[in-house]
């Protein structure tokens, strides 16, 4: 059966204590406003950086790093279809999957929580 993904989030991942300050200093370096993501508090959006996709600030009990989200609308079915890439699963969280990419980078696949007319649009289909 198809499902569809597209690349929806860059998240700038900080230490928690550091949040604020990567906050505020994104914020000002991209001319964009900060807003905090409601019932997410470790998420802060740098609404109107990057056209189509969203840029945030995650705040992480690791190290700093950058990380991407790839919104789906079959969790399972992207997971195994990244795998059979070659990325490695790490972890869950909610309903969402953690994996590591070849190279070493993290990407998680989320259910779809953008805008419908942009997933629509912007997504792949897959078999």
């Known amino acids: 059966m198809a499902h ?20 505020a200093f994104w914020s000002e370096a991209l001319g964009v406003p900060a807003r ?4 997410e508090q470790q998420f802060t959006s740098l609404h109107g950086a990057l056209p189509e996709l969203i840029l945030a600030v995650q705040a ?10 790839i919104e789906t609308d079959d969790v399972e079915a992207e997971t195994r279809r990244l795998i059979a890439l070659g990325a490695v ?26 805008d419908p007319e942009t997933f629509a649009s ?5 078999q």
């Open 4 to 23: 569809r993904s597209r690349l929806s989030t860059i998240l700038i991942d900080v230490p928690s204590g550091e949040a604020p300050a990567a906050t």
């Open 36 to 39: 905090a993501v409601p019932d």
């Open 122 to 126: 912007r997504s792949q289909s897959w």
């Open 60 to 69: 992480v009990d690791d190290q700093a790093r950058y990380h991407v989200d």
């Open 89 to 114: 699963e790490v972890g869950r969280w909610l309903e969402c999957v953690t994996l590591r990419a070849p190279g070493g980078h993290l990407v998680c696949v989320i259910p779809c929580h953008g």
